[in-house]
């Protein structure tokens, strides 16, 4: 027969064993749930991203063919501005077309200019996201770490506590 304090130390040992056992299941859990919404976190952002950046583009060529006649427009005005210098009489009606296609021009440019402020308030945003998302990224890891050292001292606990059984059995042998 099995002297009791061993028979309540074998005990005790397969309790704490199926604590760890628990342990390393709901940790290998934890981490796989955490990997996995890290992962969709991710996959998610670089979606996101990648459709934020097309609009981006997107905008930006259309903002790049918007400004290109205007540049056109810019050097006709210059041109028509240096021609009615030259001509005294018609210079005053060729001034007063000149100014109006310059107010247009300006018009044009102002709401050129408020677009371009959009969508570096658009960048900046997408960039704050960003940011977050690594932050969360960074605590998904540390929390993954910190799960692993737990694991690790559990078995590291259940190692010595074998050892302290296999002593007792001897002993008792």
């Known amino acids: 027969m099995a002297d009791p304090a061993v028979q309540s130390l074998t005990e005790q ?7 760890i ?3 390393k299941t709901k940790t290998k859990e934890y981490v796989t749930k955490l990997s996995s919404d890290h992962d969709e976190a991710v996959q998610k952002l670089k979606k996101d991203h990648e459709v934020a950046l097309e609009a981006l583009q997107k905008e930006l060529q259309t903002v790049t063919t918007q400004l290109q ?18 001509e005294a009489q018609s210079a005053k009606d060729q001034l007063a077309k000149t100014q109006n296609e310059v107010k247009k021009s300006d ?3 102002l709401a050129l200019a408020e677009e371009v402020d959009q969508l570096a308030a658009a960048k900046k945003a997408w960039e704050e996201e960003k940011r977050d998302l690594e932050a969360a990224c960074r605590q998904a890891t540390e929390a993954q770490a910190t799960a692993a050292a737990a694991l690790a001292e559990a078995q590291t606990q259940l190692i010595e506590q074998q050892r ?3 002593q007792l059995q001897s002993a008792a042998a």
Request: charged share 30%.
């Open 107 to 109: 018009e044009r440019e």
């Open 164 to 166: 302290q059984l296999q």
């Open 13 to 19: 040992l397969a309790q704490r064993d199926a604590m």
């Open 69 to 86: 006649p205007l540049d056109e427009s810019v050097k006709a005005l210059q041109a028509q501005l240096a021609t009615s210098k030259k």
């Open 21 to 23: 056992a628990m342990m």
